[in-house]
Nanobody, 123 residues
Framework: QLQLVESGGGLVQPGGSLRLSCSASGFSLDYYAVGWFRQAPGKGREGVACSNSGGRMTNYAGSVKDRFTISRDSAKNTFYLQMNSLKPEDTAVYYC????????????????WGQGTQVTVSS
């Protein structure tokens, strides 16, 4: 059974940093593209960052580019989202996900999802 478990959300002041973690069980992330999505109150879910199955390619939403970084640790079968220079508009529930396809497939083709973790950016 493919399972992803997230951790690391919380409350942070504007300009601060957080790191989200997503640990996988039941499968090896080495063969999957991995990504982070978020859903703000009253809005649809959007893709934030993605890393292809080899980890050689990453891409980011324009709103987080140069502030967020996606990375992997194969030994721990875990991937991360480092979020710096956080803004109030980054407030959302963040979800990690994995797919055997590529970063560009629709959400319905992502094979595993985390439970979501709340990130609140507020003073």
């Amino acid at each position: 059974q493919l399972q992803l478990v997230e951790s690391g959300g919380g409350l942070v002041q504007p300009g601060g940093s957080l790191r989200l973690s997503c640990s996988a069980s039941g499968f090896s992330l080495d063969y999957y593209a991995v990504g982070w999505f978020r859903q703000a109150p009253g809005k649809g879910r959007e893709g934030v960052a993605c890393s292809n199955s080899g980890g050689r390619m990453t891409n980011y939403a324009g709103s987080v580019k140069d502030r967020f970084t996606i990375s992997r640790d194969s030994a721990k079968n875990t991937f991360y989202l480092q979020m710096n220079s956080l803004k109030p508009e980054d407030t959302a529930v963040y979800y990690c996900a994995a797919t055997r396809s590529s970063c560009y497939v629709p959400e319905r083709e992502w094979n595993a999802w985390g439970q979501g973790t709340q990130v609140t950016v507020s003073s």
